[in-house]
């Protein structure tokens, strides 16, 4: 970390949400941006690192709308009622859901870690 040049907005210079509304109306904008951040690293690594597996559909990605009525079921089999990203991986005639949603929030502001990391996640399960 630099520290901040003379006259430069730092982080602790921000201005502070002055009404609860105001904080959650920001907390939501930052998860927002962590889920559309984590969409798109989660994209390019499939795209680039395991492109031959998505073409052959070993690989697949598929992005649910929760809120839908029409994905209603798969949202409880995931037990997804909000923002998550799961690995539903099939081996030898068994399922298993891997919840990585804590990991991708936690991880998407880094988008080098969230490549390497996800990437052995998936090498992992192959």
């Known amino acids: 970390m630099f520290p901040a040049l ?3 907005v730092t982080a602790a210079d ?16 930052e998860a927002a941006m962590l889920v559309r951040e984590g969409d798109e690293l989660t994209e390019e690594v499939l795209n ?3 492109a031959a597996q998505k073409k052959a ?3 697949t990605f598929r992005l649910v709308n929760v809120e839908d009525a029409a994905n209603e079921k798969i949202a409880e089999d995931f037990g997804a009622y909000g923002t998550a990203l799961f690995l539903h991986v099939h081996k030898n005639g068994k ?17 080098a870690k969230f490549k390497a990391e996800l990437t052995s996640k998936l090498r992992a399960v192959l």
């Open 95 to 111: 399922a298993e859901k891997i919840d990585l949603t804590e990991w991708a929030f936690m991880n998407a502001n880094d988008a």
């Open 57 to 59: 559909g070993t690989i």
């Open 6 to 8: 003379e006259g430069e």
């Open 48 to 50: 680039t690192t395991f």
């Open 14 to 29: 921000a201005p502070k949400p002055k009404t609860k509304k105001a904080k959650a109306e920001r907390e939501r904008s």
